[in-house]
């Protein structure tokens, strides 16, 4: 058989971002930044991964054991993902797993889910296993519940999907915003966010009482609105909307002094709105600007200089958004 190539693309979340784990909608765009798998059916009865750009760039083992025994985290989302399959698909013959990525895993573009989508795509088109976009969502969302126990599946549906999505997890509701581009301007603040240790901790807050309940009813209200301006492309409404989400989001107190400093910066040159994107402590920032804007805004946040010396300047990344989901190469 010959060895089939899948990518997905990365994602940012645009809206709603927390309150999506507990049922609200959100509104998510995908990157054209992808991550690549290709999958080779093989002889011998073994998982094996090539993947240069991780820590572990090559691993094998039975496929019997897959699934089992100690796993190192950069194989893992693949080899659990695997295991699914296998289980419900079964197979004779052993695979062969080479992946690239065109982003780094430390952008917060959701590497772990674009890899996983795009290897459910080469494996579906490989055995001809006929997996419709719902049914590879489920396969791959059990894998990342295995390996990382909390998430909404929002980066998942942007990786299978792709394109500007409206999302009630998991995947109850994927509504494509039919659109162009966002004209979005993305900020790097060096920093690695922990997702699952913030997604704990809200969860922890949101047990004690009830102000976490109303932060999450006024962020799910705005993003009803906010796909209402997306759709009418009325970009400074949605920068409104966008720092109105920031400040709920400062409220659950996930932001961090780099992302306010990234994001004053933004604001300062002119961006119509700006907000984190994803858990919060790191990663990046978004703004959305008038084209006339964009190259300001661009330069405010390459030359924000964090007090707490921890970050240098920002790293602006330059991203299309609305980009195609998981399809197969070549
Ligand atoms: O940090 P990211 O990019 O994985 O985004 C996390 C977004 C949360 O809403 C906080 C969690 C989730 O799974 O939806």
Known sequence: MTPIEASAPGKLMLFGEHAVVYGYPSIVTAVDQRIYAKAESVAAKTFSVIAPEVEMPEYSKSVEDVGNGQIPRSVEFLERLYARFRAKYPQAQGISVTTRSEFSSKFGFGSSSAVTAAFAKALNELYSTNMTEQEMFDLCYKTVLD????????????????????????????????????????????????????????????EHGPVVDGIFDQVGALVEIAKTAILAADWRLVGELMTQNQALLEELRVSSPELDILIDAADAAGAYGAKLSGAGGGDCMIAVTDVHKKEDVE?????????QGTMKAGQVIHVHTHAQGARIEG
Not at 165 to 187: S, T
Not at 299 to 307: L, P, T, V
């Open 299 to 307: 330069r405010g946040i390459a030359s924000a200089i964090s007090i």
């Open 147 to 206: 390996v990382q126990g909390v998430g909404s599946g929002f980066d998942l549906a942007a990786a299978i999907w792709g394109g500007t999505l409206y999302y009630v997890k998991p995947a109850k509701v994927v509504e494509q915003l039919r659109i162009d581009e966002l004209p979005l301007v993305v900020g790097y603040t060096g920093i690695k966010a922990d997702t699952a240790s913030i997604v704990n901790r809200v969860k922890a807050e949101k």
